[in-house]
T-cell receptor, first 117, second 114 residues
Framework: GAVVSQHPSWVICKSGTSVKIECRSL??????MFWYRQFPKQSLMLMAT?????????EQGVEKDKFLINHASLTLSTLTVTSAHPEDSSFYIC?????????????FGPGTRLLVL | AQSVTQLDSHVSVSEGTPVLLRCNYS??????LFWYVQHPNKGLQLLLK??????LVKGINGFEAEFKKSETSFHLTKPSAHMSDAAEYFC????????????FGSGTKLNVKP
């Protein structure tokens, strides 16, 4: 099946710094990738839709200036958490949209655990 | 708009007994429905998906789910639980009326007792 990787798998940073998370589709091209956030013992919440070569679309309540998304190629999307604060600590998961014939699904990365001190 | 309700936050079964994880959905249009599994410290893995073909969908690892439009349900079942099935399971709905974005249920944690 399709494989999606994320880097780093975990990161600890100081409050006020910025952190970049990479999401790569390893064996397929993805014009659309998605970024989710998962708090402990909670479900995944969609943050934004990342489209190759265009601006990301953010869900209601997600600050676009805080969570910068860049999708510069068909296999790479990045999420930068700017001026991170402790409340940004969470598990960030990306997915890439893929098609099998006319059937569409999403393949998920392993996630990045962010801890802001 | 779509939404998903997973009726049980925790399910505990004995190894070798059947598994039933319940999911009800709400959708304005014909939805696509998915079940994903998340093992600790691992990424989400697709178990199965329904996309308006056969209403009984067979997935990996012996899991299957039945789409019941009249009940707006998509329950996940497995005839015999294995210890390795212990994980968190998410029901997901998507549809063309929301650009095929995924909406996740709150998850059901499956515990399998020896």
């Amino acid at each position: 099946g399709a494989v999606v990787s994320q880097h780093p798998s975990w990161v600890i940073c100081k409050s006020g710094t910025s952190v970049k998370i990479e999401c790569r589709s390893l064996d397929f091209q993805a014009t659309t990738m998605f970024w989710y956030r998962q708090f402990p013992k909670q479900s995944l919440m969609l943050m934004a839709t990342s489209n190759e070569g265009s601006k990301a679309t953010y869900e209601q309540g997600v600050e676009k200036d805080k969570f910068l998304i860049n999708h510069a190629s068909l296999t790479l999307s990045t999420l930068t958490v700017t001026s991170a604060h402790p409340e940004d600590s969470s598990f960030y998961i990306c997915s890439a949209r893929a098609y099998s014939g006319s059937l569409e699904t999403q393949y998920f990365g392993p996630g990045t655990r962010l801890l802001v001190l | 708009a779509q939404s998903v309700t997973q009726l049980d936050s925790h399910v505990s079964v004995s190894e070798g007994t059947p598994v039933l994880l319940r999911c009800n959905y709400s959708s304005s249009y014909s939805p696509s429905l998915f079940w994903y599994v998340q093992h600790p410290n691992k990424g989400l893995q697709l178990l199965l998906k329904y996309t308006s073909a056969a209403t009984l969908v067979k997935g990996i690892n012996g899991f299957e789910a039945e789409f019941k439009k009249s009940e707006t349900s998509f329950h996940l079942t497995k005839p015999s639980a294995h210890m390795s099935d212990a994980a968190e399971y998410f029901c997901v709905v998507s549809g063309p009326d929301n650009f095929n974005k995924f909406y996740f249920g709150s998850g059901t944690k499956l515990n399998v007792k020896p």
